[in-house]
């Protein structure tokens, strides 16, 4: 086939002719590639989908009108996933631009969704049916959980779509998994050592540990972050694990490992950080701040989009959650202020448990309310990350100068 080039017409450059457009234009529609007809096309799985959208762009513009797109749906609407057919009508009926991108379409057929794609989504005026996700009917024993989890964590009915067609278990929710078995293994190994399970801290050798944070070594940076591994006793283990396990494995079901440890860690930072300004004698140990901070931001996030939170019994279960949170942390205001509880020690700190809080209602909730979008294109994310940056910083010099400056006395080192 004979190549056609451009030609310049009173110095513009005049379109190539007998030119198909192999690949169209980006999500923001941009830009245009265009490869030769005779060109073999790599092989790719959205490439079944391309003769399909050529057939309603005969103007190889990269874009198809939204009646048009309504048309492809209806004729070829029984090869797609129901879901997958509900958000691509949500898209046709929202698109203001009245016109539909290749790839915001190659992008539902590969479960990846760009920002424009998925405001186009939210700007949809068609309802979305409500029934067809909560009807458990033929869903096998996973699809049952990943419905659930959907409807515990995301307040957006096509977000719950979403999530319900995309996600595969793999990878797994391992972090909080893994973090989980670890403080297990650690209290057994301690319990045995210290032969006994409840009360643990009240052993003259629970301290000597090289795990907790103990202010008299808070030089040993690695305590700021591997007293979540130690607890006071099984009755404190077993209220972090549950709220842990509860709470943590379905938002990392549905956030990813990456952000739920992002703000699992930056609450366990808080925590101790926290302790060392403000309870500055004071040992920390347990998970509570990581775990705090999920929780509160879970809980924020719920009450901040009530109406949209279709999980069931929703005040009941918050109800629970706040009685959980308030049991562990009455449990520590009792260890820290009664000293005849274990003499030998001094009294671990329950600031740790507020530093989650402020880190849950802040980062914690932006991660949750940013579902599938970019959090360093979130303005009040960066806000939240800069304070808690400072707070770091501030918390640093503290412990670095102001123990000796007011001349704090500390307990003996275990």
Not at 264 to 284: E, H, I, Q
């Amino acid at each position: 086939m004979e190549k056609s080039s451009p030609k310049m017409t009173g110095g513009t450059r005049e379109a190539p002719v007998n030119i198909s457009p192999a690949v169209a234009a980006n999500a923001e529609g941009e830009e245009i590639e265009v490869l030769e007809s005779t060109d073999v096309l790599p092989v790719a799985p959205e490439d079944q989908w391309k003769s399909l959208f050529d057939k309603y762009d005969p103007e190889n513009s990269g874009f198809i009108s939204t009646e048009r797109f309504r048309d492809l749906l209806e004729t070829h609407g029984s090869e797609l996933d129901p879901h997958k057919l509900e958000v691509l009508l949500a898209l046709a009926d929202g698109n203001a631009d009245g016109k539909i991108c290749y790839q915001d379409f190659v992008n539902l057929m590969s479960n990846k969704r760009s920002n424009s794609f998925r405001r186009a989504i939210l700007q949809g005026s068609r309802q979305l049916k409500g029934c067809s996700l909560r009807d458990e009917v033929g869903l096998g024993l996973s699809q049952r959980l990943v419905r659930h989890v959907a409807y515990e964590t995301l307040p957006r009915e096509v977000d719950r779509k979403w999530y319900f067609d995309s996600y595969t278990y793999c990878p797994p929710p391992w972090f909080i998994l893994a973090i989980t078995i670890a403080e297990v293994a650690v209290f057994m190994y301690y319990g045995l050592q210290l032969d006994r399970l409840v009360l643990q801290v009240s052993s003259p050798s629970f301290l000597k540990s090289p795990l907790p944070y103990h202010p008299q070594l808070r030089a040993q940076a690695w305590r700021y972050l591997s007293y979540i591994f130690m607890h006071t006793g099984i009755e404190h283990l077993s209220l972090n694990m549950a709220m842990q396990l509860l709470v943590g494995v379905p938002l990392e079901m549905v956030h990813g490992a990456l952000r739920i440890g992002l703000v699992y860690v930056c609450g366990v930072l808080a925590g101790s950080l926290a302790v060392s300004v403000t309870d500055m004698t004071a040992p920390v140990v347990g998970s509570s701040g990581g775990v705090y901070a999920l929780v509160s931001a879970h809980l924020a996030n719920v009450v901040m989009n009530w109406s949209g939170m279709k999980c069931q019994f929703k005040l009941f279960r918050m109800a629970m959650a706040l009685v959980c949170m308030s049991v562990e942390f009455g449990r520590a205001v009792w260890l820290r202020f009664y000293p005849p509880a274990f003499p030998p020690c001094p009294n671990p700190s329950f600031v740790a448990h507020l530093g989650g809080v402020v880190v849950g209602l802040t980062l914690g909730v932006v991660v949750l309310q940013n579902y599938e979008q970019r959090l360093q294109e979130q303005s009040l994310f960066w806000i939240f990350f800069c304070v808690y940056t400072l707070f770091v910083l501030c918390a640093v010099f503290w412990n670095i100068f102001a123990y000796s400056l007011l001349d704090v006395r500390l307990p003996p080192p275990p």
